[in-house]
Structure formats: C-alpha cells, structure tokens
C-alpha cells in the first residue's frame, strides 16, 4: 500500500502559476506510474496529466498541454505538477493517484491508490 499527499494547492489570479506536489510513502514510488486528476464542483473527477514510473513518458489532457508539466523525483518519492497560465476554469480539487499493475494513463479506474485532494482556486 502507498499513502499520497498533496499539497500546493491555493488561491491564485488567472494567469498565474502553482506547484503542486504530492508525497508517497509506504512502498517503492518507483514502482508506481502517477496521475494527477481534477474534480470540479458537479462534475465528474478527469484526467489532468501522468507520468511512467521512470519518468520518461508523460501524458497530458488536451487542457493541460501547454500550460501544465508532470514530473517526478523517485529518489525524493514526490510526483509534481508545475501550471501555469491558470484560467478560472482550472479551479478544482486536484489529486494525486498511484497505479501499479496494468496501466493506461487517462482512465482513472485503473489508478491503485488516491491523496486526498488540493483545492485550487483560480480567480478571474
């Protein structure tokens, strides 16, 4: 098993950035492919990004691409998401999850293992 914690989150202007980061511990992180999902109030909860367990693939929902990078610190058991250019669309509750079997990165079924959110608030 693996605990995640998000952090980072908050209340930013459109247009600006914010790092969230999200802290494993339990088991091997470098065993486990990272997604970082988004649910907005109503809707469903949706891909954002993800990252392999090496670090060399990453994925992006169309929204994201551009504006929002994933990546990964193994030695430090931390996956990240660096945005930038926040639109007051991007306001959610972020998390982060963790899959270790068979993986297909925007289906969030697949994922093993959830934090427990950040919210973060962009306003206009």
């Known amino acids: 098993q693996v605990q995640l914690v998000e952090s980072g989150g908050g209340l930013v202007q459109a247009g600006g950035s914010l790092r969230l980061s999200c802290a494993a511990s339990?088991?091997?992180?470098?065993?486990?492919?990272m997604g970082w999902f988004r649910q907005a109030p109503g809707k469903e909860r949706e891909f954002v990004a993800a990252i392999s367990r090496s670090g060399g693939d990453s994925y992006y929902a169309d929204s994201a691409k551009g504006r929002f990078t994933i990546s990964r610190d193994n030695a430090g058991n931390t996956v990240y998401l660096q945005m930038a250019s926040l639109k007051p669309e991007d306001t959610a509750v972020y998390y982060c999850?963790?899959?270790?079997?068979?993986?297909?990165?925007?289906?969030?079924?697949?994922?093993?293992?959830w934090g427990q959110g950040t919210q973060v608030t962009v306003s206009s």
């Open positions: 339990g088991r091997t992180f470098s065993n486990y492919d």
């Open positions: 999850a963790a899959n270790v079997g068979l993986w297909v990165p925007k289906l969030r079924y697949q994922y093993d293992y």
